[in-house]
Each structure stands twice: as C-alpha cells, then as structure tokens.
C-alpha cells in the first residue's frame, strides 16, 4: 500500500489564512470580513498587508453577511470569517435571503467546526451546518482534511463563481496531501485502490480512514478510500464506480449522521445502485467539552469506529 506521511501536523485554519493572504496579493478584488475572531480564523495577515481591504464588523455575523452580499455588486469577492456555528446557524436567514437566493458570490469561511472545536463544549461545536448549507439551492459545500487542502481550497473558491461554504477547524491535524496539489471544486480524491469496501471521507476523518485502510489491510480486508472534499456539488460518478466495484460502503465525517455526507452518498447510491452503507458520524447529538481527542474517541469518529463499520457492512454484502 502507498504510505501516507504527515508532514508535520497544522490546523486547518491556518491553511486558510495562507490562502487568504496568498489571495491578497494575488486578487485585488478579494476582501476579507471578520466578526472579531481575527486571530482565530488567521486573517492577521490579510489585514495587516491589506487594511484597506478588510472589515472588522465586530460580533455582528448577520450583518457581515449583508455587508458581504452588497460588496460582490461592486465586483468584489467578500471572504467572510468566524465560527462554524456563527457562519451557519445564527445568520441562515441572511445567508437564505441575501446570499443563496440571489446566487451572490460570497464566499463563507468558517472554522471551528464539529466536536474538535474541544474544550469550548456543545454549544459551539456544530454539527448540523453541513445539512444546513448543503440544502440551499446553488450552494457550493466544501471540507477540507489538512493544512494543504485547506489553502488549496481557499485559493479555488476564489475563482468560482458563487457561494460557497468552506468548512475547517481548529485542532492540528496531520497534513499528508500534495503541498502543490490541484483542487477540483466537485472532484473527489482516491488515496487507495481496493476491492472489498468502499470507505468514504470528510475532513479530519480522511486521515483515519487512512490508517483505517492500512489495519484493515494486515487482516486482509482490501479497502478504496475516497477523499470527499466537496459535499456539494458532489461527484456521484465515483462513488458509484467505486460501489459497484467493492459491493459496500463506509461514510466516514464529523457531522450529525443526519444531513452529512453520509446521508448524499446514501441517496446517490439509492438513486443508482443500492449497496449496503455504514454511517461513521456523530447519532442525533450534541456535543459536550472535553479536548478533541476524548471527544472523537467517545462519539466514535476515529479509525477504530471506520473498521468497525467496515467490519459490520462487510457482513451485509
């Protein structure tokens, strides 16, 4: 099997902030928006080299929103940054109205997402924005695995034109994806060829379905893996290839299992080739504090979860 090596572990929002400053220099039309956590969504950069063009809004998400909407009339590309939670659930309204209906070209940036947001507890660790932003027409819904992808990603969506929510977090994570990668909006990634089962992944899942994989494949379990960092549009074409290959599947994300990925794979295979599915996601719940390592292992969102998963849909085929 191919090894997979981190490279050295980083945050997933700082892969944002280097793409934002990298964009700074690159797109004078891009402009940044923050609602006070300037720090925490590593826009310092940006606003230091570009104050001109960043907007401290203060804690006033809804109104970063509509600030963010009125600047793409004038041909500007708004960045907006702060919280999951804040990006999503308390300005949806604004997001539904001023954003998505109008197919503004905002780009929505939240960081802090899912249980690894940690210690902070359940009301700051989203896990239901996926579902929410997924569900509104024209929307383009991203999760990033790694520092490397996340920069990538924040550099593509610069050049799409449309909303989109971009989705990363707050802990170090292993950074193992291609530093000069190409990212393809809607274009999912194969780490591993296999015959046996289909894994599919998300964001900090993806580097414990890869070492999923490789314990999977000491018992001599042959598992594909699959990188799914675009949720929407999501590319049906290799997940239905890879079905129909390996007869199951694995879903793997830190997301409500409701509304996740794992919920899109099930309705495309549904719609195109019904095969046996595991969900790897957190069951109907909210979160609680603790760090990110306690809270993965007792909601289940680590490589022990996938092979058991794996290990039970393998029984259904």
């Known amino acids: 099997m191919k090894e997979y090596k981190n490279t050295g572990s980083k945050d997933t929002r700082s892969g944002f902030g ?55 009339i004038g041909g500007k590309i708004p960045f907006t940054g702060t919280f999951a939670n804040f990006s999503t659930g308390r300005v949806y309204d604004q997001i539904r109205q001023s954003v998505a209906y109008s197919g503004k070209n905002v780009k929505i940036c939240a960081s802090h997402a899912g249980v690894t947001l940690g210690e902070d507890g359940a009301t700051h660790q989203i896990l239901e924005d996926i579902g929410l932003m997924k569900m509104l027409p024209g929307m383009t819904v991203i999760n990033t695995c790694d520092f490397n992808q996340t920069k990538a990603a924040t550099l593509a969506i610069a050049e799409h034109d449309g909303p989109v929510y971009l989705r990363f977090g707050r802990p170090k994570v292993a950074n193992f994806t291609p530093e000069d990668q190409k990212f393809e909006i809607g274009k999912a990634v194969k780490l591993y060829e296999g015959r046996d089962v289909t894994i599919i992944a998300t964001g900090h899942l993806v580097w414990e379905a890869i070492q999923a994989a490789v314990e999977l494949n000491e018992k001599g379990i042959s598992a594909e893996v699959i990188d799914i960092h675009t949720i929407k549009p999501l590319d049906e074409e290799a997940i239905i290839t890879s079905a129909k290959k390996t007869g199951a599947v694995v879903t793997a994300e830190e997301h409500n299992f409701l509304g996740g990925l794992g919920e899109s794979v099930a309705r495309t295979l549904a719609e195109n080739h019904p095969t046996p599915q595991e969900f790897v996601a957190t069951q109907d719940t909210f979160g609680e504090s603790g760090t990110p390592a306690q809270l993965m292992d007792k909601y289940g969102l680590n490589s022990a979860a996938i092979i058991k998963a794996t290990e039970k849909v393998l029984k259904r085929k």
Request: proline share 2%; aromatic share 6%; hydrophobic share 45%.
């Open 18 to 72: 280097a793409g934002l400053t990298e964009l700074g220099k690159t797109n004078e039309n891009v402009v940044a928006l923050c609602a006070d956590l300037t720090g925490s969504l590593k826009m310092d950069e940006f606003k230091e080299n570009h104050p001109e063009r960043f907007f401290q809004v203060g804690i006033a998400e809804a109104n970063m929103i509509g600030m963010a909407a009125g600047m793409t």
